[in-house]
Nanobody, 123 residues
Framework: QVQLVESGGGLVQAGGSLRLSCAAS????????MGWFRQGPGKEREFVAA????????YYADPVKGRFTISRDNAKNTVYLQMNSLKPEDTAVYYC????????????????WGQGTQVTVSS
């Protein structure tokens, strides 16, 4: 059974930083593209960042470029999202997801999802 468990969310002031973690089990982690998505209040779930397993390329949504960094530790079956210079508009539930193939930035490419972790950025 595949499980993705996020952690590291919380309340932070604007300009602050958080690091999210996602521990994966039940899958061949190193052969999956790992992504982060978020869903803000009243909004659709949107792509944030992805780390493609085959090329090691990373992808970022425009609003987070230069502020967020995705990384992975295959030995620990864990993917991270370092979030710096946080803004109130980054407030959302952040979800970790795993994809065996397809476009790394698109939700339908992801087969497995975590339960999400809340990130709240106060102004």
């Amino acid at each position: 059974q595949v499980q993705l468990v996020e952690s590291g969310g919380g309340l932070v002031q604007a300009g602050g930083s958080l690091r999210l973690s996602c521990a994966a089990s039940g899958l061949s982690f190193r052969t999956y593209t790992m992504g982060w998505f978020r869903q803000g209040p009243g909004k659709e779930r949107e792509f944030v960042a992805a780390h493609q397993w085959s090329s090691a390329m990373t992808y970022y949504a425009d609003p987070v470029k230069g502020r967020f960094t995705i990384s992975r530790d295959n030995a620990k079956n864990t993917v991270y999202l370092q979030m710096n210079s946080l803004k109130p508009e980054d407030t959302a539930v952040y979800y970790c997801a795993a994809s065996i193939g397809g476009a790394a930035t698109l939700r339908p490419s992801y087969s497995y999802w975590g339960q999400g972790t809340q990130v709240t950025v106060s102004s």
